[in-house]
């Protein structure tokens, strides 16, 4: 029995230590920086070219708000505009993202930014990741007014 | 009060596929843990049925790097309930981005009794006939393992299909053991709802297991294995809560004839955050 509490006590402080040492991890990968928007530009060409299905779809635009809210809000905050604590993602509504094409948004959700903290997303259906795109397209950039709620 | 924090902090609603034996490639998200609890009965010819259940506490430490932790135990029928052991497992994204085939490397080190009976995997020559010695003679063997998974998962079109390979190793004088798992879900529902609703068929995953062993370094074959066929089914609700139910039922002879799991999880966010607050850092 005292050698299951000694086994327990080290994985309990291994795993402690393990998710002290990620946080220090993600901290530092997650600073704010010029590059932070630097994925954008990775998307390949065919990618970028895609356009959304739900572009003029306001249902999209609903649905898309509650995806939002429930898998994105946590890092980019719930106005888009950056996210606070240790898992704090780059804002939304700024130009680089407010400018970027449909086709790019949806790359860089199914596939992450997983070295700097994003996870991938295509466990979300193709059509809930395009109303997640009609959903920050339709935020504008810092200096508008974020979209009445439905 | 900090400590507390985690069972009020906002739930997320999550999107978990319904696999109780399978892992896909979807690692958690950094900074949030999952905390669940799964239950499994099965019969035994020639023993005692038995129910089995365990809790995890799963971590996402960053977006390529999953820790998780196991508390296992077990009630058999007319003899008694153990505690069984716990399990430390980590999964490793080792690619950047999406590919039609994803990669995720799995340890995992086990310390567990011989009557541990969670069924969690299914390895070597793990047979029904091995789960009918007694709680009192089969606890006091502990086991020190290793595990190692090549869990491979690809999406497409809602579709998941995942296949792990798996190999473990008892850490005393034992052969390496090795087994597989496979298992197919998909969404009820691809859209997604513009309103909240807790019985939309987007919530609803459906799915199919098979897992099974394949012998040992010294006979690598399916003579005197056991496999399993398991339908399943996940709810997804957007309090942050989402149940699990798989009926499972032995391919063989050398398998349970039937299994029925089921389980419940809740993911909660900015975990890593509070524990960073105990330890004095700054949000």
């Given amino acids: 029995m005292k050698v299951v509490l000694a086994a327990m006590c080290i994985c309990g402080i291994l795993l402690l230590a393990s998710v002290l040492l990620a946080n220090g991890q993600n901290e530092k990968k997650t600073a704010p920086s010029g590059d932070v928007y630097a994925e954008l530009g990775k998307a390949p060409e065919k990618a970028r070219l895609r356009a959304n299905p739900f572009e003029n779809d306001a249902k999209a635009m609903a649905a898309g708000r509650l995806l939002y809210e429930d898998h994105c809000a946590e890092c980019h905050g719930g106005n888009a505009e950056g996210g606070k604590g240790r898992t704090k993602g780059p804002s939304l509504r700024a130009p680089e993202v407010q400018n970027a094409p449909p086709g790019t948004l949806f790359w860089v959700l199914t596939n992450g930014v997983v070295r700097k903290g994003m996870p991938v997303w295509s466990r979300l259906p193709e059509p809930q990741r395009w109303a997640l795109v009609r959903y920050i397209k339709s935020l504008g950039t810092a200096e508008d007014p974020p979209p009445p709620k439905p | ?283």
């Fill in chain 2, 1 to 283: 009060m900090v400590l507390l924090s985690p069972f009020f902090a906002r739930p997320l609603s999550a999107q978990e596929n319904p696999y109780f034996v399978t892992y896909d490639h979807y690692l958690e998200e950094p900074g949030n843990l999952e905390i669940e609890y799964f239950s499994t009965f099965a019969t035994e010819r020639g023993g005692n049925n038995f129910h089995s259940y365990w809790t995890e506490f799963e971590y996402g430490a960053t977006a390529w790097w999953t820790t998780e932790f196991y508390l296992d135990a077990q009630t058999t029928f007319q003899d008694s309930t153990v505690f069984t052991g716990f399990k430390w497992e980590n999964r490793f994204r080792p690619l950047k981005r999406e590919h039609l085939i994803n990669p995720i490397l799995y340890v995992e080190y086990e310390n567990i009794n011989r009557a541990d009976k969670t069924l969690k995997e299914v390895v070597g020559h793990d047979v029904e006939e091995d789960f009918r010695e007694a709680n009192g003679d089969a606890r006091r063997d502990i086991e020190h393992e290793v595990e190692l998974k090549l869990l491979l998962s690809s999406t497409a079109k809602g579709w998941n299909f995942s296949e792990n390979i798996i190999a473990e190793k008892n850490l005393s004088n034992a052969p390496w053991e090795f087994g597989y798992a496979a298992g197919v879900s998909r969404p009820l529902s691809l859209g997604a709802s513009a309103k909240r609703c807790n019985f939309c068929r987007q919530n609803f995953v459906a799915g199919l297991e098979m897992y099974g062993g394949l012998g040992d370094r010294h006979s690598f074959s399916l003579h005197h294995t056991s496999h399993y066929l398991a339908p399943a089914l996940a709810w997804n609700m957007p309090s942050g809560w989402t149940l699990r139910l798989s009926p499972g039922f032995g391919l063989n002879d050398n398998s349970h004839k039937f299994l029925l799991r089921w389980g419940v999880s809740r993911e909660i966010d900015g975990f890593g955050d509070m524990v960073r607050r105990l330890f004095g850092g700054r949000s």
